[in-house]
């Protein structure tokens, strides 16, 4: 399928119907909750516990690679992406003091953006920001209910909520920068919070349990960190199912849609704007060729404004 020279789907708008727009518009208003927290943080150069000085790099580093480590599960029209940053945002509560984490993630997301995604600039500004504010949420909730806590199933618990409360502002974020392009927003976030005890619960509540027991024996963090890769492992693949899954739900509904007419021009354009809408294109055409001659019979044109 390929667009006639003479058709062009127009110049992208440029105001506020434009979903780049919005999404930079969000950017923005990001940036007042986000000073809000950093205020509300107590102690924001006073670590909990004592680190080596070497902790803040390694968070830096794990924060990076966990955006080579990144999946994407498909979602109906989009893909929710997935990073394996529970652990080094858990440990980063209990280690680092707040700048230092604030630092850490920040310089490792955007270089490992950069490296391995390598975002348009509007989507990088909006990643960047988003992970601020769900680090900062982290460590407001964790330092303001669960900072005097000694090393205890409590503790452990506190440290999983904040991490899935954070992980979850997160998804929201990001569920809303997708309903600018495809809509829908109530049913994305709705949707970010089943996909809360399938992937964020599991990552939360495995970045505790390598953490916490450091603060007892820095063996027993050891012995928790086996596992993980195992749990990352298992999380992906079931994600990788449930693509497989929406890929064989798409092509069931294509079928259904294009298979209720008989007729050819139905048939044709039926086709177009189902593949308009999973491909999330702002124009298809279709050209439909005389099989003798190899005159052109039609040429059906779609264009979204959604796109």
């Not at 997708?178 to 809509?183: A, C, H, L, V, W």
């Given at each position: 399928m390929s667009a006639p020279e003479d058709v062009s789907p127009g110049p992208r708008l440029r105001g506020w119907n434009d979903p780049q727009v919005r999404v930079f518009a969000l950017t923005v208003a990001l940036l007042g909750p986000l000073l809000g927290l950093f205020a509300a943080l107590p102690d924001p150069t006073e670590p909990l516990w004592e680190s080596p000085d070497a902790a803040?790099?390694?968070v830096a580093v794990a924060f990076a690679l966990s955006e080579r480590l990144v999946f994407h599960v498909e979602a109906r029209n989009e893909a929710v992406s997935f990073t394996p940053i529970d652990v080094p945002l858990a440990f980063g509560i209990l280690m680092l003091a707040p700048i230092e984490l604030l630092v850490a993630r920040l310089v490792g997301a955007a270089v490992g953006m950069i490296v391995w995604r390598r975002p348009p600039l509007f989507k990088f500004a909006?990643?960047?920001t988003s992970v601020a504010v769900e680090?900062?949420?982290a460590m407001v909730l964790f330092r303001s209910f669960f900072g005097d806590?000694?090393?205890s199933p409590l503790l452990w618990l506190g440290l999983m909520?904040?991490?899935?409360?954070a992980l979850l502002i997160g998804g929201v974020l990001v569920a809303t920068?997708?309903?600018?392009?495809?809509?829908?927003?109530?049913?994305r976030v709705r949707r970010e919070f089943t996909h809360s005890y399938l992937f964020y619960l599991p990552g939360a509540a495995l970045g505790?349990?390598?953490?916490?027991p450091l603060l007892v024996e820095p063996w027993l963090g050891v012995v928790f960190i086996v596992p993980a890769p195992l749990v990352w492992l298992v999380l992906r693949s079931h994600g990788a199912l449930m693509h497989r899954y929406t890929d064989l739900t798409h092509i069931?509904?294509?079928?259904?849609?294009?298979g209720q007419s008989a007729h050819p021009q139905d048939i044709a354009q039926t086709a177009v704007a189902e593949v308009a809408s999973h491909l999330r294109a702002e124009a298809v055409a279709l050209r439909v060729f005389d099989k003798g001659t190899g005159v052109i019979e039609a040429c059906l044109l779609y264009t979204s404004d959604a796109a």
């Open positions: 803040v790099v390694f909006f990643n960047v680090s900062l949420v806590l000694e090393p909520f904040c991490v899935l409360v920068a997708i309903s600018f392009y495809e809509g829908d927003l109530v049913t505790a349990s390598i953490t916490v069931h509904d294509f079928s259904s849609q294009v």
